[in-house]
């Protein structure tokens, strides 16, 4: 009998060191419980999905986006350069920023996921396409600040080089206004 519990006492141990060496958090695992064994599938946690789609937004100033996880009680981190930090609110993205995000519950990590988030210059104008009967001043805005506008009336594509517009574009013969919406970490906006 005492080298029954010595034979018994070996095969835990050695059952026991197998478990630990193949990862408990990431594959199933073994549970020794007396003489029975009980298996247990590790917990697995969804990685945060953002509020809105990855892309690019015309917007006035910032763009918010929110992230969230299916799995109940998980803790979101977050990066937008080099190190994460936990998630508490929502972000105010204001400018191209690229989100590296992942879950944690119980020890527990989702995947990383990566979103690219892209802002473009939202401009205004004070007068819509259409036939005039006299002439018209075109004024144009863009909420956010550092925004340069380049435009063209002969309906060709601007440029940085093109017209820059400061206060009103007088049009009194037949036109095709475009612009060019330029701001620094920002994309190119065409209107």
Do not use: H
Request: with cysteine.
């Amino acid at each position: 009998m005492k080298g029954m519990t010595a034979m018994k006492k070996r095969i835990m141990s050695v059952l026991l060191a197998a478990v630990i060496s193949a990862g408990v958090f990431s594959a199933p695992v073994q549970e020794l419980t007396g003489s029975t064994s009980v298996a247990m599938a590790a917990e697995s946690v969804s990685a945060p999905t953002p509020s809105r789609k990855a892309g690019t937004y015309s917007v006035a100033s910032s763009l918010s986006v929110k992230l969230t996880t299916s799995t109940s009680g998980a803790e979101i981190y977050y990066s937008t350069g080099s190190s994460y930090v936990r998630y508490t609110k929502a972000l105010k993205l204001t400018k191209n920023t690229t989100i590296k995000c992942y879950s944690v519950k119980n020890g527990v990590k989702s995947s990383v996921k990566t979103y690219k988030f892209k802002l473009a210059p939202k401009v205004t104008s004070s007068e819509s396409e259409g036939t005039y009967d006299q002439p018209v001043t075109v004024k144009l805005s863009a909420k956010a600040s550092g925004v340069k506008l380049y435009y063209t009336l002969d309906g060709s594509k601007p440029t940085t080089d093109s017209k820059r517009y400061s206060n009103g574009i007088k049009i009194s013969r037949s036109a095709t206004l475009r612009v060019l919406a330029v701001k620094s970490g920002w994309n190119k906006k065409y209107y």
